[in-house]
């Protein structure tokens, strides 16, 4: 059963603390992204990678770090760098490819992150 | 730079036909225009993509006029599960156009 999957669903933190967020798929897709959700708003990107071992910053990636070592799994780390870290969290992965259109991305379920 | 405004919210009744504008004046011309829903708590999904004239599939059509500085997401006879948020995007890939974003999207209500 293909996919893309985020863990965990729920989590909470200390103000201060890194906590990273784990992102893996079995599609096959060489692209991943990372958004971030606020309350009512859209979704803003914040890294993405086209290809293993290379990745490369979205909108608003300051505070947060990623890393691409397989394939499979895109996980990212949330730093106390990161001011406001409170929000929901959503990966995604596409086929790679720049021309023949958008490539739909496919999203997991989210990880919802609460910094107390 | 290809940017999108779309209504904020939308409200219609289960049954009617729904169509939300997107309008994308500086859309290139390599650009595809592509529709994702999305409900609360979960990713968006990808509803359909096209790039002139119309496209339909088992769920909605897209129509895009000659100039291609719109397009209208029509969804048929909609069900009080069609009660989502609506996202256009319009560019060739995240990572070539910086305008292929998620915006705010349009909310909507679809009222028993």
């Known amino acids: 059963d293909g996919g893309i999957t985020q863990s965990p669903k729920y989590l909470f933190r200390k103000e201060g603390q890194n906590v990273t967020l784990s992102c893996e798929q079995n599609?096959?897709?060489?692209?991943m992204y990372w958004y971030r959700q606020d309350p009512g708003q859209g979704l803003r990107l914040i890294y993405y990678s086209q290809i293993v071992n290379d990745f490369q910053k979205g909108d608003i990636a300051e505070g947060y770090s990623v890393s691409r070592e397989k394939k499979e799994s895109f996980p990212l780390t949330v730093t106390s760098a990161q001011k406001n870290p409170t929000a929901f969290y959503l990966c995604a992965s596409s086929i790679s490819g720049t021309s023949g259109g958008q490539r739909e991305q496919f999203f997991g379920p989210g990880t919802r992150l609460t910094v107390l | 730079l290809a940017k999108t405004t779309q209504p904020i919210s939308m409200d219609s009744y289960e049954g009617q036909e729904v169509n939300i504008t997107c309008s994308h004046n500086n859309i290139a011309t390599n650009d595809y225009i592509t529709w994702y829903q999305q409900f609360p708590s979960q990713g968006p999904r990808f509803i359909i993509q096209g790039y002139k004239t119309k496209v339909t599939n088992e769920v909605a059509s897209l129509f895009i006029p000659a100039d291609r500085k719109s397009s209208t997401l029509s969804l048929p006879r909609v069900s009080l599960s069609d009660t989502a948020v609506y996202y256009c995007?319009?560019?060739?890939?995240?990572?070539?156009?910086?305008?292929?974003?998620f915006g705010a999207g349009t909310r909507l209500t679809v009222k028993p």
């Open positions: 995007l319009v560019g060739d890939s995240p990572y070539n156009n910086n305008d292929m974003r």
């Open positions: 599609l096959n897709h060489d692209a």
